[in-house]
């Protein structure tokens, strides 16, 4: 069976639309072609490199605090093949990019801003901490697992950043020895959004939102996700942008101490635990849960390969996919509950694998993203949805 995706890259244009001290916005647009994918083998190396992540995360927080996180599984830590994933076959991934500049003078990049992990991790060329003036030279090292399997590693310094007309000291920075992202990849830089819990670094090294709120250089300290499939897509920092949403935000409390973004809801009704993620292409859970969800959504048919589970359906309905958190549904419109074709069949945007997902956890990332506005709260320790306009 052949298995064509369409895979997206992302691009950005920063404009500056609130005061200093008050927010930012980002403003996205999505440009670039597609590329089919021909061998299902590949896809997996996409999820795989996810769950990657994942792992580093936990580790991190077992290292800081001497405790397991509430994700770790004997099956997690003894999985081993993740570091040999090879994704240069894979061209266009899905990435939501916005410019960081650091240091002074200032060098600006474009950063990957991933609400799954914690640092802010830069590959060596663009960024030459010697030829800043501001940069601090730690003398620690770090070691980081990142999106395509392999691993950052280098040194630690402490420089000033912006981003916008938002202008902040203190950010910690791992400067990577060896070019961690692939070729294809248009960032330089992986901003990490978490709460800090789950941060490689030390407690004294800030991470961008740590820094943020340490120097109250926003009005509030949250940030917004509006991601849409054409123009209009946007991160915000430091304020609410109500007009990118319709009603209300229903509020729903998550936990800081275990790092990642997970709140409990529901899938066409099924209860989940789920991890709302902006570094993931699709919609990941096992393939149990996977089986059971689509053994009860009507004209979806389950199938399996090479241990992946796959839900295929006629390209002229749309099968009904609905989150809901709060007593709030959203539901997935056409463009966003298909993702790209199995045979002459449409595929479903939500994917099985079991490959050590914790607690039967989903992770909730671009198709999800894009049928809300999603407001991460760290003042009051809680995330926000509504629907977009």
């Given at each position: 069976?052949?298995?064509?995706?369409?895979?997206?890259?992302?691009?950005?244009?920063?404009?500056?639309?609130?005061?200093?001290h008050?927010?930012v916005?980002?403003?996205?647009d999505r440009?670039?072609?597609?590329?089919?994918?021909?061998?299902?083998?590949k896809?997996?190396?996409?999820?795989?490199?996810?769950l990657?992540?994942?792992?580093?995360?936990?580790?991190?927080y077992?290292?800081?605090?001497?405790?397991?996180?509430?994700?770790?599984?004997?099956?997690?830590?003894?999985?081993?093949?993740?570091?040999?994933i090879?994704?240069?076959?894979?061209?266009?991934e899905?990435?939501w990019?916005?410019e960081?500049c650091l240091?002074?003078?200032?060098?600006?990049?474009m950063?990957?801003?991933?609400t799954?992990?914690?640092?802010?991790?830069?590959?060596?060329?663009p960024?030459?901490?010697?030829?800043s003036?501001?940069?601090?030279?730690?003398?620690?090292?770090f070691?980081?697992?990142?999106?395509?399997?392999?691993?950052a590693?280098?040194?630690i310094f402490?420089?000033?950043?912006?981003?916008?007309?938002?202008h902040a000291k203190?950010?910690?920075?791992?400067?990577?020895?060896?070019?961690?992202?692939q070729?294809f990849?248009k960032?330089?830089?992986?901003?990490?959004?978490s709460?800090p819990?789950?941060k490689?670094f030390?407690?004294e090294?800030?991470t961008l939102?740590?820094?943020?709120?340490?120097?109250?250089?926003l009005?509030?300290?949250?940030?917004q996700?509006t991601?849409?499939?054409g123009k209009?897509?946007?991160?915000?920092?430091?304020?609410?942008?109500?007009?990118?949403?319709?009603?209300?935000?229903?509020?729903?409390?998550?936990?800081?101490?275990?790092?990642?973004y997970?709140?409990g809801?529901?899938?066409?009704?099924?209860?989940?635990?789920?991890?709302?993620d902006s570094?993931t292409?699709?919609?990941?859970?096992?393939?149990?849960?996977?089986?059971?969800l689509?053994?009860?959504?009507p004209?979806?048919?389950?199938?399996?390969?090479?241990?992946?589970?796959?839900?295929?359906?006629?390209?002229?309905?749309t099968?009904n996919?609905?989150?809901?958190?709060?007593g709030?549904?959203?539901?997935?419109?056409?463009?966003?509950?298909?993702?790209g074709?199995?045979?002459?069949?449409?595929?479903?945007?939500i994917?099985?694998?079991?490959?050590?997902l914790?607690?039967?956890?989903?992770?909730?990332?671009?198709?999800?993203?894009?049928?809300?506005?999603?407001?991460f709260?760290?003042?009051?320790?809680?995330?926000?949805?509504?629907?977009?306009?």
């Open positions: 069976m052949q298995l064509g995706i369409k895979i997206f890259a992302a691009a950005i244009a920063l404009t500056t639309l609130v005061s200093a008050e927010g916005v980002i403003n996205v440009r670039g072609g597609s590329e089919p994918i021909n061998d299902i083998r896809l997996k190396g996409v999820f795989q490199a996810i990657h992540k994942y792992e580093s995360g936990i580790r991190s077992k290292r800081r605090t001497g405790k397991d996180h509430i994700w770790h599984t004997p099956k997690i830590s003894k999985r081993a093949d993740v570091t040999s090879n994704m240069k076959d894979i061209s266009d899905t990435q990019i916005g960081v240091g002074k003078p200032s060098t600006c990049v950063a990957h801003f991933d799954g992990s914690a640092d802010f991790i830069i590959v060596k060329d960024y030459d901490p010697a030829k003036n501001t940069s601090v030279d730690t003398k620690k090292t070691s980081q697992g990142y999106a395509d399997g392999s691993k590693e280098g040194g402490i420089d000033s950043f912006s981003v916008g007309e938002i203190n950010l910690s920075i791992g400067v990577s020895k060896k070019n961690f992202l070729s990849e960032n330089k830089a992986i901003a990490g959004l709460f819990s789950i490689s030390d407690d090294h800030l939102m740590e820094a943020f709120k340490q120097q109250n250089k009005k509030k300290n949250l940030f996700f991601l849409k499939s209009g897509s946007s991160l915000n920092f430091g304020d609410i942008d109500s007009s990118k949403f319709c009603d209300e935000l229903t509020w729903v409390d998550v936990n800081p101490i275990w790092g990642f997970i709140v809801g529901r899938i066409n009704g099924q209860k989940a635990i789920t991890a709302i570094g292409t699709f919609i990941i859970g096992s393939r149990r849960q996977l089986k059971k689509i053994e009860k959504t004209g979806v048919s389950y199938l399996e390969s090479d241990g992946m589970g796959y839900g295929v359906f006629d390209c002229n309905i099968p996919v609905t989150i809901s958190y709060g709030t549904d959203f539901k997935l419109s056409r463009e966003h509950v298909a993702r074709t199995a045979g002459k069949k449409c595929l479903l945007s994917v099985g694998m079991d490959s050590g914790p607690l039967e956890t989903w992770i909730m990332g671009d198709p999800f993203f894009q049928t809300t506005s999603i407001v709260d760290h003042d009051h320790k809680r995330l926000g949805f509504a629907p977009q306009k």
